[in-house]
């Protein structure tokens, strides 16, 4: 995965004639899917995930705890 986020940084620099800023979101967080109730859970983060934009992390304004984003985390 390194080396390919390290290959499209360089060839979508060279195409924008970009400094070699960072396109890649600084961190995720992967997740097993053990069961039924974890199934709906993540389905449920995917589905209401925009309304939740105000408690993002990576929102400059935000305000508040994302408890999925918590959940996902742990």
Do not use: C, M
């Not at 390194?2 to 060839?11: D, E, H, L």
């Not at 960072?22 to 983060?45: A, K, M, T, V």
């Amino acid at each position: 995965v390194g080396s390919f986020k390290s290959a499209v940084t360089k060839r979508y620099n060279e195409s924008r004639k970009a400094s070699g800023a960072s396109i890649w979101q600084r961190g995720f967080y992967d997740h097993i899917i053990r069961g039924d109730n974890s199934l709906e859970r993540i389905r449920e983060y995917i589905a209401t995930n925009p309304q939740r934009w105000q408690l993002d992390r990576e929102n400059p304004e935000a305000q508040g705890t994302d408890e999925f984003s918590l959940w996902i985390q742990s």
